[in-house]
């Protein structure tokens, strides 16, 4: 089905399913523990033995020996792999580093060798008896270091965050020289970890020249044909499974260490491996939000209409990595006649730096809604109203093109009302709760809405089941329900009588999970098929198609009623299509947004942030499943706190390694941490965006979070942090001055 015009009135609009709070049908197999994650597939295939990996103990550098006498002579031990067994390996899609193989070292904790033994531990104490001998280089390993001589590099992150080095509208030197008033200030964000709570985990079988990998995966189709680059073996010659996933935030977008040791050491122990990614390897190993060092510029007029507008950010990457798309949302979420943007990128030697929740805007927000917040107060202006007055309906770079449906105003007002905000005192440092100084932050949301082929099989059986199944995977967003919820609307029948399938490469490929473009376009593929499945039904039933009806579990038209199950009573009936899109993203801007509001309180004496109250307003078309949708966006908020007051990867500058790579050292939000959130979503929907008229907002729920965090901490301080983490200690020294 190809959608290259707006979506008109279509079964999904019954909302007799779709759209309703409905509990994810797979919670019962998570809350019971039968949802089948990649480490414990242990019935999937016998005789599964364990592998670990070793990791290179320096950032650069080669590998000019390794002796392995006393690992290969160690109890239970199967086989060695290293990676002087072998020349460098392809890399697979999206990887900036290569995976393993030849004598390299590009980073930290890269993998050099995987040890096969009868058990964990066993894997795990030969592997530490492996000596290795290296010729270590200098490296290069801080960003500010470098920044001065970063050079201007354009790129896409691949989730809807783009741009080329430098983007220039008008002339912002001469607005910003002319303008009445101006801001001019630099802020930082960290390098941050994934620390999802499933570490990145595979099991391996061959069976002859036939490869299959139980795995965590968030993108099938591009994790099949990324392990058949890197191995050199036919695609069609490799299975992925990965029906539930226990975490990604884009750190399982691509094929990494585990999949490819797991599989190079199941052939050498000519058995099955099972392989999961000690939590060291996460940090350093895999993938990380780079750090970034940002200016924004801001120029306006005494009415608080902004005339100059520049957001500049350098972030750092191995040598063939992309920079943080950090300026990317800038480029659309506010008006203003003259505008500079613009990427530097550094290179350096640490681990690869990759997609994470939200690549480009997560870490640009969080700068520049703390700017605009600044600019809000240079003008003597409330920051909601200043956010209003800057709002446009086309794209700042492009007057001809409008938004599809923009409605960050409606955000910015009703979450105002909801959080109360008119009580707040628009002075600094004048709230008390007891020993606690108390403010107020708010900040906008922004993530582009991104479209993606992709496919869906249906099948309906004489019992009148109807069988779902794609590639796409559920990460722990309650795809399998929204997926279920669409098949049960399009097809007439309750939720007890779809069955959904995720997760497997042997099933059409579907768009995946990342980006926030999961939802909207895989259900949008099971539209497709379901369209096609209704015309075999209504066809095998002799009805005709244009008055069909199907509802209840019967198929009406005009006087005739009939069972679903009566068209498969000769046999399954199946259908199989693809949701593929035309130019409605080019001609219109796609994008969703938020309103995030947040109130803190402030140890006067200590400077310990508590995080009291947070509202969420989110614009983002059709919410499929509220229930879920929430789930996701206070997950996502929740990941904000951290990015505002306590993540933050620790680099030895000496070393070139992430220091704080386990989850004592690298600290996240817990429980208690967290207080009630309210998310609201706005009654909307985008015929522009699909046939489900749907966006996302998995992504969404962090774009800004950290920004009102922040502004909600100057607001109870009157201290002004630029550089992320908001940790007390930036906070401690100055606070006699703010009370």
Not at 174 to 197: C, N, Q, R, V, W
């Amino acid at each position: 089905m190809r959608f290259d015009t707006p979506a008109t009135t279509n079964p999904i609009d019954q909302l007799k399913v779709v759209g309703k709070p409905t509990d994810r049908i797979d919670g019962r197999h998570k809350t019971s523990g039968t949802a089948h994650y990649a480490y414990e597939r242990h019935d999937v295939v016998p005789d599964q033995a364990y592998g670990f990996v070793l990791g290179a103990a320096i950032a650069k550098g080669q590998v000019a020996a390794m002796h392995l006498e006393e690992a290969k002579t160690a109890p239970g031990v199967v086989a060695i792999v290293t990676t002087l067994d072998m020349p460098r390996l392809e890399r697979g899609m999206m990887n900036a580093a290569y995976l393993f193989g030849g004598p390299v070292i590009q980073h930290y904790h890269q993998a050099i060798a995987v040890v096969v033994a009868e058990t964990f531990e066993q894997a795990r104490a030969a592997a530490y008896l492996i000596r290795v001998d290296y010729e270590p280089e200098a490296g290069k390993f801080d960003l500010a270091a470098e920044a001065p001589n970063a050079p201007l590099v354009g790129d896409d992150s691949g989730e809807g965050s783009s741009g080329p080095p430098e983007v220039r509208v008008g002339d912002f030197e001469g607005a910003f020289a002319a303008a009445e008033i101006k801001l001019d200030e630099s802020y930082t964000t960290p390098d941050e970890s994934h620390a999802m709570m499933e570490p990145h985990a595979t099991i391996a079988a061959w069976d002859g020249d036939q490869l299959t990998l139980w795995t965590s995966n968030q993108m099938i189709a591009w994790g099949k044909r990324s392990i058949a680059k890197i191995l050199g073996i036919p695609a069609q010659k490799v299975r992925l499974d990965s029906p539930y996933i226990g975490g990604g935030f884009g750190a399982k977008l691509f094929i990494r260490a585990d999949a490819v040791l797991a599989a190079l050491g199941a052939k050498a122990a000519q058995r099955p491996v099972k392989l999961a990614l000690a939590r060291p390897l996460i940090a350093n190993n895999t993938t990380h939000r780079p750090a970034t060092m940002q200016r924004i510029r801001i120029g306006a007029n005494p009415d608080g209409i902004i005339t100059a507008i520049a957001h500049e950010s350098t972030s750092g990457n191995l040598a063939d990595g992309k920079p943080e798309t950090a300026v990317s949302q800038t480029r659309l979420l506010y008006a203003g006649a003259n505008r500079l943007m613009a990427m530097r990128l550094a290179p350096l030697d640490l681990p690869e730096g990759n997609a994470m929740r939200a690549p480009g805007e997560a870490p640009g927000m969080m700068v520049l809604e703390v700017a605009i917040d600044e600019m809000a107060e240079k003008l003597g202006l409330d920051p909601v109203q200043f956010r209003i007055l800057n709002d446009t309906q086309i794209d700042p770079e492009n007057p001809d093109r409008r938004f599809s449906h923009r409605d960050l105003v409606g955000c910015l007002r009703l979450g105002a009302e909801r959080f109360g905000w008119d009580q707040r005192n628009p002075q600094p440092t004048q709230v008390r709760d007891g020993h606690w100084l108390v403010g107020m932050g708010v900040a906008a949301g922004f993530r582009n809405n991104l479209l993606t082929k992709s496919a869906a099989r249906v099948r309906l059986d004489r019992e009148g089941v109807v069988t779902v199944e794609t590639d796409m995977t559920d990460i722990g967003t309650g795809s399998y329900t929204i997926i279920a919820q669409t098949a049960a609307e399009m097809m007439g029948v309750a939720l007890d009588k779809v069955v959904v399938r995720l997760g497997d490469s042997s099933f059409p490929a579907s768009a995946g999970s990342g980006g926030q473009w999961g939802a909207n376009n895989a259900t949008a593929g099971v539209y497709a098929a379901c369209v096609k499945l209704r015309e075999a039904v209504v066809q095998q039933l002799g009805f005709n198609s244009a008055d069909a009806v199907f509802s209840g579990g019967d198929v009406r038209s005009g006087n005739r009623s009939v069972l679903l199950a009566d068209a498969a009573s000769a046999g399954d009936l199946v259908a199989e299509d693809l949701i593929e899109y035309g130019n409605l993203a080019k001609t219109h801007q796609q994008s969703t947004f938020a309103a995030h509001f947040v109130e803190v309180g402030v140890d006067a004496a200590t400077g310990e942030v508590r995080v009291r109250r947070m509202l969420a307003v989110c614009a983002a078309g059709r919410i499929l499943n509220p229930k879920s949708a929430r789930s996701q966006v206070i997950g996502a908020m929740t990941m904000g706190v951290g990015a505002a007051l306590m993540e933050e990867l620790a680099v030895d500058k000496r070393r070139g390694f992430f220091v704080n790579h386990d989850l004592a050292g690298y600290e996240v939000p817990v429980h208690a941490d967290i207080p009630h959130q309210d998310v609201i979503f706005l009654d909307e929907v985008d015929p522009m965006s699909s046939p489900m008229k749907a966006k996302g907002v998995a992504e969404l729920g962090i774009c800004g979070v950290g920004a009102a965090v922040a502004n909600a901490v100057y607001h109870a301080t009157g201290i002004r942090v630029r550089d992320y983490p908001i940790t007390l200690d930036k906070l401690i020294d100055r606070l006699p001055e703010a009370v």
